[in-house]
């Protein structure tokens, strides 16, 4: 493919995607509109395979050793050639015609920096059949009538590199995500297609829906992207890894415990340097859990 002929550049941030890269990288490969873009799987500390597995698909790698997914997404955005920029994930898989609905979005839209997506749980229980309706269903319906999209997943998200300020690489969870939509909202009009999904993996879900709504998006997700855009700096990180199938109970302890104490102590006047505080909090967060897992197991 000669350079002058990309267009789009598909930025793919991987940590130890072995198990699924090379279905992404086959699923775009597959595209309806073709000869106009670049793959960039960027990675970022993998251990595994990932790495080696893209360069024998014949993509684009490059390394972003800064650990996490807005320093990966930084990097492949840097370095991308096209004057479209989409972001995506590793575990994720594509309809034929998904560029190309992309692609004609821009052509009937002159004055959009941007166009997002939704995005579908391709496997996992039954319920992850009705949980993107409630992530995107509203926003949809916010966007029919008002013009405004709200929300967006980073799995899902073209945007003119034009207009692209960088990613928040102070934030994790949320960052690459809620920070770039308002980023590009200042900078133009953002395309909401509810009709153009990606596929992604349903390993988020094998936690359980009370996990997942109360856990890994209350918590982790909005009240950490909050809490750490307030401060400058990581008060809550960002959710473990949904590959680690350790205690469920102990994961939703530690979280509920500081995490609720957190969000208090945002609203509440004190005198005690807040550093302070939020290390004393996770510490009897962990104490508390230990305690009661350890009385469950006797």
Same mark, same amino acid.
């Given at each position: 493919m000669r350079e002058k002929n990309i267009k789009y550049s598909i930025v793919i941030p991987c940590y130890n995607e072995a198990n699924y890269i090379s279905d992404t990288i086959k699923s775009l490969s597959d595209q309806s509109l073709k000869d106009c873009y670049e793959i960039i799987v960027v990675d970022n500390n993998c251990t595994d395979d990932t790495a080696n597995i893209a360069i024998r698909c014949g993509v684009r790698v490059v390394e972003e050793k800064k650990r996490g997914v807005c320093w990966a997404r930084q990097r492949?955005?840097?370095?991308? %050639?096209?004057?479209?920029?989409?972001?995506?994930?590793?575990?994720?898989?594509?309809?034929?015609?998904?560029?190309? %609905?992309?692609?004609?979005?821009?052509?009937?839209?002159?004055?959009?920096?941007?166009?997002?997506?939704?995005? *579908?749980?391709?496997? $996992?229980?039954?319920? $992850? *059949?009705?949980?993107?309706? =409630? =992530?995107?269903?509203?926003?949809?319906?916010?966007y029919l009538l008002t013009g405004h999209t709200c929300y967006a997943s980073a799995t899902n998200i073209a945007f003119k590199k034009k207009y692209w300020t960088g990613y928040d690489t102070s934030l994790n969870q949320g960052g690459d995500e809620l920070d770039l939509l308002r980023r590009?909202?200042?900078?133009?009009?953002?395309?909401?297609?509810? /009709? #153009? &999904?990606?596929?992604? /993996?349903?390993?988020?879900?094998?936690?359980?829906?009370?996990? #997942?709504?109360?856990?890994?998006?209350?918590? !982790? !997700?909005?009240?950490?992207?909050?809490? #750490? *855009? =307030?401060? %400058? %700096?990581?008060?809550?990180? /960002?959710?473990?890894?949904?590959?680690?199938? /350790? #205690?469920?109970?102990?994961?939703? =302890?530690?979280?509920?415990? &500081? $995490?609720?104490?957190?969000?208090?102590?945002?609203?509440?006047?004190?005198?005690?340097?807040?550093?302070?505080?939020?290390?004393?909090i996770h510490s009897a967060g962990d104490y508390l859990t230990d305690q009661i897992l350890r009385r469950s197991e006797l």
């Amino acid at each position: 493919m000669r350079e002058k002929n990309i267009k789009y550049s598909i930025v793919i941030p991987c940590y130890n995607e072995a198990n699924y890269i090379s279905d992404t990288i086959k699923s775009l490969s597959d595209q309806s509109l073709k000869d106009c873009y670049e793959i960039i799987v960027v990675d970022n500390n993998c251990t595994d395979d990932t790495a080696n597995i893209a360069i024998r698909c014949g993509v684009r790698v490059v390394e972003e050793k800064k650990r996490g997914v807005c320093w990966a997404r930084q990097r492949g955005t840097e370095v991308a %050639k096209g004057e479209i920029v989409i972001s995506t994930d590793a575990d994720t898989t594509f309809d034929h015609q998904w560029l190309a %609905k992309i692609e004609q979005n821009f052509q009937q839209n002159s004055d959009a920096v941007a166009v997002v997506g939704v995005c *579908k749980f391709k496997d $996992g229980p039954i319920w $992850g *059949k009705i949980y993107p309706k =409630l =992530l995107f269903g509203p926003n949809y319906l916010v966007y029919l009538l008002t013009g405004h999209t709200c929300y967006a997943s980073a799995t899902n998200i073209a945007f003119k590199k034009k207009y692209w300020t960088g990613y928040d690489t102070s934030l994790n969870q949320g960052g690459d995500e809620l920070d770039l939509l308002r980023r590009l909202r200042s900078q133009g009009r953002v395309i909401f297609d509810y /009709s #153009n &999904p990606t596929h992604t /993996s349903g390993r988020r879900l094998t936690r359980g829906f009370i996990y #997942n709504l109360f856990i890994s998006l209350l918590v !982790y !997700y909005f009240l950490a992207y909050y809490l #750490n *855009k =307030l401060f %400058k %700096k990581e008060i809550l990180s /960002s959710a473990p890894a949904y590959r680690d199938n /350790s #205690n469920v109970i102990a994961r939703f =302890l530690r979280v509920l415990v &500081p $995490g609720t104490l957190i969000f208090m102590l945002v609203f509440i006047p004190f005198a005690t340097p807040r550093h302070h505080l939020f290390n004393t909090i996770h510490s009897a967060g962990d104490y508390l859990t230990d305690q009661i897992l350890r009385r469950s197991e006797l």
